[in-house]
């Protein structure tokens, strides 16, 4: 039984991959066969026939010629091809042969896709005919009359080209050439031909249109515009010059006459029509004309700068000589009574001679200055560079004027300030003698000691001459940070001494009651006594608070109140 059902169900099988290897071909080969008549039933002659209402001569007749010879190519040849390959394909389909459907299949795509690209060949070369023609009709319309307008211009115009005119008209006379050849090549049917004639005539009426725009401008600046501010130039240098003004370091008598030669030779240029050689020319020559004018101005200005200033720096020098030496008496004085650091010391010696060599500097300027053969520009940066160095040399002698009158008010300030730290010491020593306490500590009488020899030295350094302000005030800071730390801890150690009492007072209420409490305040007491503040605040304190948590900062908080009220 077994070896009957195996055959049938390959068998089976077998047919039913047939079936479906048939339908699959079988849908291929109606593809196809569709393809090809959409190519049959494209309208391609109608579309040629459309060139029948161009002139049928030249290139147009040989491309409608080559255009329907190759589309009944198409028609008689491989659409009969194609037809014998589907009915083949179609017969080896029924014959379950489908390898050799396969590759006639692929050889039909091959057909018809040459087939789609002759269609789309003809119809791209097509396009592009009507397209011309229709393209050249409207533009050789637009060129013609770009070209009358330009010639009237010319025309009623010729004075406004000058050397340009010839090449310009030169320029137009082709115009009339290319359009009597775009006639001639549009009658015989060369369409095409006759656009690259268009394509060039609008490039060529780009340019000639440009030219006409900018050649009268760009003449107009070489014959009148830029001649005319040479000559101004040369004019306005003449009489600077009749006023004393040194203007040889311009050189611009040599770069005048060298723009007057350019001149000729840029309109030289012109009548070649080199615009993109004059055009950027004229450009940097209007530049550099206003350059001179700059530098002309700036001479001008210079001079009423040198003239208002020259004589005032002058004075201005005299004066901070004369304040160099005062501050140089003075620091000579104050170093009698005062310590100056050694470069403070030294800035007046160094000024002087600073001084005197910008004394030099400008008597070597005043003498150029009457001879007249230096650019004011130049006698400007040296009067300018002298002020500034003598306004530095000014604001450095009056720091150090300053510094030296300081000196005095910081001797002052440091003597009051003395005093007040005595007086706060005294206070601090009389407040701890009359608190209700049952002694000093040691520690405290060190820190009172201490801070009466750190005011012991400032007072010493205040005696000293030469005075060391720097010493004064080092010794004067560590004294104020002594004094004022002995002052808080005095105010702290009887804030201590009233809080201790509290807590005893506190804890007496239930010493009675209490065998450990009583021991723990004893012992307090002990240490109270012995003037050992802080471990007596300690050992009450922790005896409340272990007897009563919460007491200690509630009789705290009673003692600041009673504090405060003080």
Known sequence: MEYIIIPVILLLILAIVGFMMRRKHTTIISKLENEKSQIQNNPINEEISKVKSLNMNGETEEMFERWRNSWD?????????????LFDAEDQINRLR?????????????????????????????????????????????????????????????????????ALEKKLETFVQKFEEFDVLTSEGNYLQAREIVIGLNQESQQTFEYINDVPTILTELQVKLPGAVQELRSGQREMEEQSYYLQHLELT????????????????????????????????????????????????????????????????????????????????????????????????????????????????????????????????????????????????????????????????????????????????????????????????????????????????????????????????????????????????????????????????HRATNPKLNSRLKEAEGSFNQFRYSKALEEAGTAVEEMEPGALKRIQELVAEETMSK
Do not use: W
């Open 73 to 85: 190519e198409v028609i008689d040849v491989h659409m009969t091809k194609i037809d014998s390959l």
């Open 98 to 166: 489908f390898n050799k459907a396969t590759l006639i299949e692929r050889e039909i795509e091959d057909y018809i896709k040459k087939c789609e690209q002759d269609k789309d060949k003809i119809l791209e070369e097509l396009n592009e005919l009507i397209g011309s023609e229709e393209k050249n009709r409207i533009e050789i319309e637009q060129l013609k009359e770009y070209y009358r307008s330009a010639r009237k211009t010319l025309l009623a115009h010729q004075h406004s080209f000058g050397v340009a005119l010839p």
């Open 254 to 509: 040599e770069e005048l006459n060298k723009f007057e030669e350019e001149f000729v030779a840029l309109k030289s240029e012109l009548a070649e029509l080199n615009l993109n050689v004059v055009k950027p020319r004229v450009t940097d020559i209007n530049e550099e004309i206003d350059h001179f004018y700059d530098l002309l101005e700036k001479e001008v200005i210079a001079k009423n700068y040198v003239d208002q200033n020259c004589d005032r720096l002058l004075s201005s020098i005299t004066n901070v000589i004369s304040s160099t030496k005062l501050v140089s008496d003075e620091a000579t004085f104050v170093q009698q009574s005062y310590c100056l650091n050694e470069k403070d010391a030294e800035i007046p010696k160094a000024a002087l001679k600073q001084l005197e060599a910008l004394q030099r500097r400008y008597d070597l300027l005043a003498m150029r200055v009457r001879e007249e053969k230096s650019a004011y520009s130049s006698l400007q940066e040296e009067l300018i560079e002298i002020s500034d160095e003598l306004e530095r040399i000014h604001e450095e002698q009056g720091h150090l004027s300053n510094t030296m009158k300081k000196l005095r008010i910081d001797e002052n300030k440091a003597r009051t300030q003395v005093e007040k730290l005595k007086k706060t010491l005294q206070e601090t020593d009389r407040l701890l003698n009359k608190a209700n306490i049952p002694g000093i500590p040691e520690e405290m009488d060190a820190r009172l000691d201490e801070a009466a020899e750190h005011i012991y030295l400032v007072m010493q350094s205040l005696q000293e001459v030469p005075l060391n302000m720097g010493t004064v005030h080092n010794n004067l800071n560590a004294a104020t940070l002594c004094v004022e730390d002995v002052k808080a801890k005095s105010h702290e150690l009887i804030e201590n001494v009233m809080l201790i009492e509290r807590i005893i007072q506190y804890g007496n209420r």
